[in-house]
Every structure is written in structure tokens, then in C-alpha cells.
Nanobody, 125 residues
């Protein structure tokens, strides 16, 4: 089993910055892609940014130039630096990871997807 724990959410004024962190722990063999998603009140969850194990990144158009995703593979940690925040960035932000996990004592592995419980980001105008 793998646990993802997000932190760093909070309330800021428009134009401010926040840094989200997602720490992964558990029976991890390797973490493949990781990403941040968000869900605003009354809206569907949407992808914000993602990063592969090799460091290739992808961003939603609305956050390009303002958000920066990074990861520390040695620490199994994912980050999202959010700058120039706007009220429309207000949402619960979720960490996602596609992980190769060890499933038995013989060392067999399987690929699974995990989600964190989310951290709330509120941006006021």
C-alpha cells in the first residue's frame, strides 16, 4: 500500500504564491509519473500539471508560466510552486502517482495508481 500526503495549501490574496508538497510512502519499488489535479466547487476534477520519472513536464494551459512542477525522486516527493495566483485557482488540489509497488515477499511487482486526500487552496481577490 502507498500513501500520498499533500501539504502547503492555504489562503492567499491574488498575486500571491504557495508551494504544495506531496510525500509518498509505502511499499514503493518506483514512482513513474506524478501529477497535481484540482477540483473547484461544483466542477469536475482537472489535471493541472504532471511530471514523468525522467522529468518531462506537462501543464494545463491556464497555469503555464505561473506554476512549476518538480519532484525529488530520492525522497519520493512532488512539488508544485504556484505563483501569480488568481481567484480561479481556488480549489482542492490532489496529488496523483502511478507507482510500481512490491506486492509479495518474493518481490513481485504491480503498477497501481494512488491519490492523496487533497489540500485546499483559496485565492481571494
Amino acid at each position: 500500500q502507498v500513501q500520498l500526503v499533500e501539504s502547503g495549501g492555504g489562503s492567499v490574496q491574488a498575486g500571491g504564491s504557495l508551494r504544495l508538497t506531496c510525500s509518498a510512502a509505502g511499499s514503493i519499488n518506483s514512482i513513474n509519473s506524478m501529477g497535481w489535479y484540482r477540483q473547484a466547487p461544483g466542477k469536475q476534477r482537472e489535471g493541472v500539471a504532471s511530471i514523468t520519472s525522467a522529468g518531462t513536464t506537462n501543464y494545463q494551459d491556464s497555469v503555464k508560466g505561473r506554476f512549476h512542477i518538480s519532484r525529488d525522486n530520492a525522497m519520493n516527493t512532488l512539488y508544485l510552486q504556484m505563483n501569480s495566483l488568481k481567484p480561479e485557482d481556488t480549489a482542492v488540489y490532489y496529488c496523483n502517482a502511478r507507482v510500481t509497488v512490491v506486492i509479495n515477499v518474493e518481490g513481485a511487482t504491480a503498477n497501481k495508481e494512488y491519490w492523496g486526500k487533497g489540500t485546499l487552496v483559496t485565492v481571494s481577490s
